[in-house]
């Protein structure tokens, strides 16, 4: 009884919404006393739009972008903040997740004249910059809980049978970060693909994303296009996954296919 | 005469000031494995952290087979560990974590086909292609044993690797164990703090105590001649009775009375309990509140009596 | 070897010092266009926030909708995990996930596609003789009070909290609560003794993101909000683009003061909880 009234509610809150976004970008307006009419008019509008194609392969090149440095920064930060101990530990640890108590959009703007002056504001360089705000407190806190699974002996473990720094981290900590490494990257892309202000403020215009055009779109679209446009943000994160695996098995070869069922 | 191919000399270790352990000093002969005993928590592991690299000494000296192995970093130094828990790697089978060490210093091909004869050797061949988690605990010890052992080092630490087995499983491991490591001639140091472990599996005993080596021999020497009060409470039978003597515990009895000539003291039975066919009274002293396990003949169980030593039975420590 | 680890760990934490210069050093640049710019350091800016009218109503009408849209989502969320965690870990996850997937200004649109005056819940009571009029359908989404805007941050926070609290619910330690009942304490205890402290700082670290978020984001009040009276990021986005300086400077006195407000809250809220945090990390490390 309890199952079925969790899961009812949660496919008609979470699901249902979805499923009726889908609906109504295939159907044309309803109006009454009729039957909805199928029509295709709300994709084919959104994906014939050069500019919404362009915006799709900006905001995805960005979230990619921005999924990279995340990692590049939060796996060495993660790995300190789990397995070392140093002076004002905690305290570093509370800074680095500050961010995400603090309004960034504020952040965006005090980087504005900075960036113009550096060449980077108008630029997707900049954007993906300033994404870096409010995803990387996320990614590290990600990380470091994978990290605290991987016990530290297991890595002293890899020590003694003489792997290097660089060996131990491609062949232990990395496959055993995985699953981490996987939430890490989706989050950071959610986050990066659902920016406006910061996009709108640090891009001037100039960087057109999906959510930059989203909101012109408002005025001009009817409900049928606007759906279609809303359903496909889903395209970014995972586009954005698919290509991390892809890259993923590119670079560590059979290792990741075959042992993926046993994370 | 035999060099020493292991020779640890003064070795000392503090931490934020605190001193854990001080100036230990002992010698290891090619193929010797060395029982360090002692209560948790004086540093055993320390030491055996330190020798491997993943911790530094504060000052010392160590050499195998007269050089420095202190200079040598983690990943030249010929030493290698097992650690409490297995720790194989979970995302690699059997075959690929035994042979994780010998794959980098020598290739996958010569790597896989020793893990391969090693696997064999010590009856894991049928597990090659499994997964950690599919293996007992003991499979598990076993391979994280033999995936030491394929890097051939010259000295193998083994810190308490019985201690998450149950008890039959420990008392099977360590036999086998102690003879593989001899056929090897594996130069090792195995910390346990379980006394007969350390009887058992060591050629030689080494007891560590409040930062210090008490005291390091064969196991009867330290059984029948501790050299202080430490040793004797911690490796050996025997009632301490001040800083210098102490009386084997089987030369003690259980009296309702005090005997003439003999040392005694007051105390209380706690209870009874059989070894080989012998019964031993479980007595609490009054004066110090130590329990201690004596013979208890033929006496009745008064709920307070004495325990009387002889006095021939009386021996000093040998230290000062 | 010893200068060698020491260096190791510099090099580790020199990303996160690379964040932080950027993270931090907006901030700066934040407050220091709003004290004056360099050009003599003034307070002024921060004052005069409170002579502007449209100001001290959008503040008050931020602080409604961000209270109550963080104290419902939090305790919903919160009530959900606690009575379904195990279903939730156990196959619903990915329902969970949906609304995850997208932006908030898309969840903004689908209520009020739903739920605006010429949306489908009032077509469909339209359609079926329920309703006249779809004008005589309550305008819930672009209204004046913000329930458009509460019922959008609502739906899309709570699977935020959901996933949040779950792995912490996951890892109660549930021998505590065979503990419990035999030494005879009953749900009051277990829930005073072992629920709430495991629970407390990860739901004020929760409940501080989603209010710092929904104080000061932009997206969804951009989108549903009407123009009188408007939200803090709102207002603030415009002043940012005013021709004029002084409002322009104002802009950030405004995000600077809710920084500081938010800031000093997780500061002292972490500084309280750090050594509680750490006992409970403690116990609960198990290699």
Redesign the interface.
Known sequence: M??NI??MS??I???I??L??IL?SITAP?R??NLPDWTLRGWETVFQDSRVIESMAITLGIALAVALINL???I??A??LSH?S?KLK?T?E???L??????????????H??MIRLGLANTWIGVT??H??PT?PYTIKVLK?GY?RI????L??????????W?AFR??EL??LIPSIRSAIFLAV?IS?????LTA?IGGGSVITM?II??PF?QSAD?TV??AF?VA??LI?AAAVLIAEAAAMALAGRLFIK?RS?? | MTLPYLEVKNVSKQFDKAEIFKDLSFSLKKGEILSLAGPSGTGKSTLLRCL???DHFSNGEVLIEDTDLLAMQ??KRP???V???A?L???LTLLENVA??KK??HGKKEAYEMAHSYLKEVGLENHVKQ?P?ELSGGQQQRAALV??ML?KPKLLLLDEPFSSLDPGLRKELREWVRSFLKKEEMTSIFVTHDKDEAMLLGDRTAVMAEGRLQQIGLPHELYHTPHNALVAELYSDVIVLDEARYCPAEKASWRAERKDGHEWFEAEWVNETYHFGRRLAHIRLISTGRRITIPAGESGKEASGYVTIPPEAIKYFKET | MKWQRTN??F??????Y???L????????????STGNGEGFTWSYYLSLFDRRELTDGLTYSIWITVSSTVVSLITGWL?VR??YR?IDGN?KW??W??????????G??VL??LGQSG?IS?AL??SGLLEDRTLFPVLVQDRSGIGIFITYV?KE??FVILMLL?VYLQLPRQFREVNTVLGGGQRHWFKTVEWPWIKPVMFETG??IT?FI?????VP??LGVSYPQMT?VI??DW?YSASGEERSM??AL??L??FI??A???TG?ALM?KRR?LLSKSS?R?
């Open positions: 309890k199952k969790f899961y949660s496919v809150f979470f699901l919404p979805v009726l976004l109504k309803w009454s006393g590049i920064v939060g060495p930060v790995k300190a070392r140093f905690n570093l509370v800074l680095l500050l961010p995400l108590f603090l309004p960034v959009i504020a952040a965006a703007m005090g980087l004249i900075t910059i300033v870096l705000v990387i809980a605290d016990p530290q002996d297991m002293n473990q890899g020590r003694m049978l003489k792997a290097g720094v060996h062949t232990i496959p055993l959610t693909a659902g920016q406006y202000v403020i959510p989203y909101y408002l409900d606007m759906s809303s943000f889903v994160p042992r046993i994370q | 491997a690299g993943l983690v990943k030493v290698g560990m650690f409490q828990q720790l790697f979970p995302h994780y060490g980098i210093t997964y988690h995936r030491a890097l | 190791g760990l090099l580790l934490l020199l990303p996160a690379a964040f932080l950027l993270a931090g050093g907006s901030f700066i640049l934040a407050f220091i266009e959900i009575s379904f279903l619903a329902l969970v949906i609304p995850m997937l997208f932006p908030h200004f898309v969840w649109y689908f596609l739903l489908l077509t339209v359609q739906w709570i699977p792995p501080l993101i710092a104080f000061t984001a932009y997206e951009g989108l990021p603030a986005y940012f802009a950030f995000l600077m809710a920084a938010l800031g809250c997780a500061l972490f750090n750490m490390h290699y």
